[in-house]
C-alpha cells in the first residue's frame, strides 16, 4: 500500500503562482509513475501531469503545458507540481495518484492505484 498526502492548495489570483506537494509513504519503493489530475465541480476528473518515478519522463496536456512544471525528490518520497500563470479555468481540486504498474496511458486515471484526498485551488480572476 502507498499513501499520498496532498498540500499546498489555496486561494490566488489570476497570473499567480503555487506549488502543490505530494508526500508518499508505505511501499513507496514499487512507484513506477505518479501524476497529478484535478476534478472541477460538475466535470470529470482531468489529467494535468505526470511523471516517470525512476527515468524521471514528464507528461502534460497543452492546457497546462509551459505553466505547470512537475518534478520530484525521490530521497523524500516527494513530488511537487509548480504551477505558474494561474488562470481561473485552473480552478479543481487537485489530486495526486500513483500507480506501481507502468501505465498504458499516464494520462488516464484509471491506470493509477493509489490516490490522495485532494487539495483545492481556487484561482480568483
Known amino acids: 500500500q502507498v499513501q499520498l498526502v496532498e498540500s499546498g492548495g489555496g486561494l490566488v489570483q489570476a497570473g499567480g503562482s503555487l506549488r502543490l506537494s505530494c508526500a508518499a509513504s508505505?511501499?513507496?519503493?514499487?512507484?513506477?509513475?505518479m501524476g497529478w489530475f484535478r476534478q472541477a465541480p460538475g466535470k470529470e476528473r482531468e489529467f494535468v501531469a505526470a511523471?516517470?518515478?525512476?527515468?524521471?519522463?514528464?507528461y502534460y496536456p497543452g492546457s497546462v503545458k509551459g505553466r505547470f512544471t512537475l518534478s520530484r525528490d525521490i530521497s523524500k518520497n516527494t513530488l511537487y507540481l509548480q504551477m505558474n500563470s494561474l488562470k481561473p479555468e485552473d480552478t479543481a481540486v487537485y489530486y495526486c495518484?500513483?500507480?506501481?504498474?507502468?501505465?498504458?496511458?499516464?494520462?488516464?486515471?484509471?491506470?493509477?492505484?493509489?490516490w490522495g484526498q485532494g487539495t483545492q485551488v481556487t484561482v480568483s480572476s
Open positions: 508505505g511501499r513507496t519503493s514499487s512507484t513506477y509513475a
Open positions: 495518484a500513483a500507480s506501481n504498474r507502468v501505465p498504458s496511458d499516464y494520462t488516464i486515471a484509471t491506470n493509477y492505484n493509489y
Open positions: 511523471i516517470k518515478w525512476y527515468g524521471a519522463s514528464t
